[in-house]
T-cell receptor
Framework: SQKIEQNSEALNIQEGKTATLTCNYT??????LQWYRQDPGRGPVFLLL?????KEKRKERLKVTFDTTLKQSLFHITASQPADSATYLC????????????FGRGTSLIVHP | SQTIHQWPATLVQPVGSPLSLECTVE??????LYWYRQAAGRGLQLLFY??????ISSEVPQNLSASRPQDRQFILSSKKLLLSDSGFYLC???????????FGPGTRLTVL
C-alpha cells in the first residue's frame, strides 16, 4: 500500500531563513501532490497543488518541487516569519481512481524571532 | 469557496455514552464529504467518506458510524463511546480529482 513519510521531528529555524520540508512516498505514482498548513486546534488549510508533469510551483514565499523519480516533494518557505510556525502536511490522492486524499503525519515548523 | 461548519467545538463524554457530531457545508452542491480523526501528534486518519446522499464508505472498522441525510449534511455517530474514541474530529469537503479539500474547525472529543 502507498506510504507517505514526513519528518516527525520539528524543524526549528531563525526568522528570515528558508525552511525546507520533505515529503517522501512509496509504492505509488500520484498524478499530483498537495501541501496543507495546520495550526494547533484548527483544520488544515490548502496551500499548493503540484502535478506530476510540473517540476516546481510557486506562490508568494512558497515553493514546491516534485521529483517523481525520487518520489519526493520539497516544500520551501523563503524569508520565514514567526507567523509561518505551524504543522505542514503533504497529501496524495489514493491509488485506484478514487482520488481520496491520503495525508502524511506532518512536520512542525517553528520559526524563531 | 466552500465553508464547513462543525459543532460542537469541544465535547467531554463518559465512556459508553452516545455521540452525534454534525457537519454542514456551504458554497457547493453534491460535494464529496469526509470524516477524519486526528490523535495527538498523529496524522489524519480517514474514517468515512461519502460521494452522495445515503452513500457512505467506511475506511476502518470501529464503533463509529456516519450518515448523510442531506446533500450538504454529514453526521458522525456512536452508540457507545470508548476511551480510544478521544481525538480531534474533522469534517472535510472536496478533495476529488485535482481539487483541494476544505476542512471544518474540528471537534475536540474527550472520552472519560
Amino acid at each position: 500500500s502507498q506510504k507517505i513519510e514526513q519528518n516527525s521531528e520539528a524543524l526549528n529555524i531563525q526568522e528570515g531563513k528558508t525552511a525546507t520540508l520533505t515529503c517522501n512516498y512509496t509504492n505509488y505514482s500520484p498524478a499530483y501532490l498537495q501541501w496543507y498548513r495546520q495550526d494547533p486546534g484548527r483544520g488544515p488549510v490548502f496551500l499548493l497543488l503540484i502535478r506530476e508533469n510540473e517540476k516546481e510551483k510557486r506562490k508568494e514565499r512558497l515553493k514546491v518541487t516534485f521529483d517523481t523519480t525520487l518520489k519526493q516533494s520539497l516544500f520551501h518557505i523563503t524569508a520565514s516569519q514567526p507567523a509561518d510556525s505551524a504543522t505542514y502536511l503533504c497529501a496524495l490522492p489514493s491509488s485506484g481512481g478514487s482520488y481520496i486524499p491520503t495525508f502524511g503525519r506532518g512536520t512542525s515548523l517553528i520559526v524563531h524571532p | 469557496s466552500q465553508t464547513i461548519h462543525q459543532w460542537p467545538a469541544t465535547l467531554v463524554q463518559p465512556v459508553g455514552s452516545p455521540l452525534s457530531l454534525e457537519c454542514t457545508v456551504e458554497g457547493t452542491s453534491n460535494p464529496n464529504l469526509y470524516w477524519y480523526r486526528q490523535a495527538a501528534g498523529r496524522g489524519l486518519q480517514l474514517l468515512f467518506y461519502s460521494v452522495g446522499i445515503g452513500q457512505i464508505s467506511s475506511e476502518v472498522p470501529q464503533n463509529l458510524s456516519a450518515s448523510r441525510p442531506q446533500d450538504r449534511q454529514f453526521i458522525l455517530s456512536s452508540k457507545k463511546l470508548l476511551l480510544s474514541d478521544s481525538g480531534f474530529y474533522l469534517c472535510a469537503s472536496g478533495g476529488s480529482s485535482y481539487n483541494e479539500q476544505f476542512f471544518g474547525p474540528g471537534t475536540r472529543l474527550t472520552v472519560l
